[in-house]
Every structure is written in structure tokens, then in C-alpha cells.
């Protein structure tokens, strides 16, 4: 089974740019699935961000598209996520999950990370 | 994007009693494939979701037979034939039939 484990800041300024990478470990991020991000603020249910494919190939929920960028970085076996101009609505655990499929069309998310609680506040 | 809603949105159940949980779709989850993208997820106290249902009724691996999933369209429904103690946590029905996929807002179970 494999592992895997967000990290980045736990606080970030309104207006400024939320980064997290995803570590993955006992899975190879360059076989042929997708990986994908999810938040869940506060007390709410879970939003489906967006995902990146080996190839680099990305999809953004069109809610967030303006200002996600979403990339992946083989020789790590990690994939990142920066989100610009958030405010407190951004504030969530995010959590990073695979996607068990080559496309998007359909699928589920197989595996997750524990999450990390990213608050947006001065 | 397609609204799944989810009702109740709380339950307190007594062990070994049964428990269902509906889960609403606004469009058909049925695929041009023949198959319907509508899964059930767990999220247990301090940890992340984890998949119990794919395609409306199929249990993944490992997930106890007192759990079924049932339904067709956009009306489905979560099962718990006899409660147990280790089945507290928030219930989750998604969608993925169309981007982006969407989850309901959760059913909150507790048991008795």
C-alpha cells in the first residue's frame, strides 16, 4: 500500500500564494495514474481541486482555474499545488489523493494523504 | 457541475441495528459506458476517506458485507445492515461521471 504525505506552510496571508507538495513513497508517481488534489474547509464538505498526470498534463476545477497551478516533479516522486490570491474561503485541510486511472473521465480516489490544515489569516 | 445532495444529514444509530443514508444526484450518473460513477466514502475521526462502494454496489476489498450500496440514476443509497462501533464517521457519496467530480455534504453517523 502506498504512502502519501502533504506538507507546506499552515498559515498564509490573504492575497499571497498557498504552496503544498505531496511526497509520495511505495507508489511510482510516474506510472500511468493520475494525481490529484482535495480540500475540505472547515466543517464543510470535500472539493475536488484538481489533478496532474505524469506527462504533466493537468485538469483545475473550473472554479479555481484562474488561480491553480498544479505540477509534477518525477525525479521527487512528488506533485505540488500553489493557489494565488487566497483568502480565508481557501482556508481547508487539503489533501493529496491518487487516482487509480490514465484519464479522468471517469475514476475515484484510491489512495489519500492524512491532510494539513492550511489556514489564511494576517 | 452536478449537486449530490445527501440526507440525512445526521444519525444516531443503535448497534446492531440497520442504518441507510440516500444520495441524491441532479443529472444521471449513468456513463455512456453502461456503468454508474456513483461511490461511498468513510471518513473516520482524524483520518482521511476511505472508498467503500464503487459503481453504486460493488464493496472494494476489505470492506465488511454488512455494507451495500443500491440504486440507479439519481437516486442511490448507502446500507449499514448491523451497526458497529467502528462504523462512527462522516459518510460521503461522489460523483464521476462528469468533471469535476463532486462529493454530497456528508452524513454524520454516531452510534449509540
Known amino acids: 500500500q502506498g504512502h502519501l504525505q502533504e506538507s507546506g506552510p499552515g498559515l498564509v496571508k490573504p492575497s499571497e500564494t498557498l504552496s503544498l507538495t505531496c511526497s509520495v513513497s511505495s507508489y511510482s508517481i510516474s506510472s500511468n495514474f493520475y494525481w490529484g488534489w482535495i480540500r475540505q474547509p472547515p466543517g464543510r464538505g470535500l472539493e475536488f481541486i484538481g489533478a496532474?498526470?505524469?506527462?504533466?498534463?493537468?485538469y483545475y476545477n473550473p472554479s479555481l482555474t484562474t488561480r491553480l497551478s498544479i505540477s509534477i516533479h518525477t525525479s521527487n516522486n512528488q506533485f505540488s499545488l500553489k493557489l494565488s490570491s487566497v483568502t480565508a474561503a481557501d482556508t481547508a485541510v487539503y489533501y493529496c489523493a491518487r487516482v487509480p486511472m490514465s484519464f479522468l473521465s471517469v475514476g475515484w480516489f484510491d489512495t489519500w494523504g492524512h491532510g494539513t490544515l492550511v489556514t489564511v489569516s494576517s | 457541475d452536478i449537486v449530490v445532495t445527501q440526507t440525512p444529514l445526521s444519525l444516531s444509530v443503535t448497534p446492531g441495528q440497520p442504518a441507510s443514508i440516500s444520495c441524491t444526484s441532479s443529472q444521471s450518473l449513468l456513463h455512456n459506458d453502461g456503468k454508474t460513477y456513483l461511490y461511498w466514502y468513510v471518513q473516520k475521526p482524524g483520518q482521511p476517506p476511505q472508498a467503500l462502494i464503487h459503481?453504486?454496489?460493488n464493496r472494494f476489498s476489505g470492506v465488511p458485507d454488512r455494507f451495500s450500496g443500491s440504486g440507479s440514476g439519481t437516486d442511490f443509497t448507502l446500507k449499514i445492515s448491523r451497526a458497529e462501533a467502528e462504523d462512527v464517521g462522516v459518510y460521503y457519496c461522489m460523483q464521476s461521471v462528469q468533471l469535476p467530480w463532486t462529493f454530497g455534504q456528508g452524513t454524520k453517523v454516531e452510534i449509540k
Open positions: 496532474v498526470y505524469p506527462t504533466g498534463s493537468t
Open positions: 459503481e453504486v454496489s
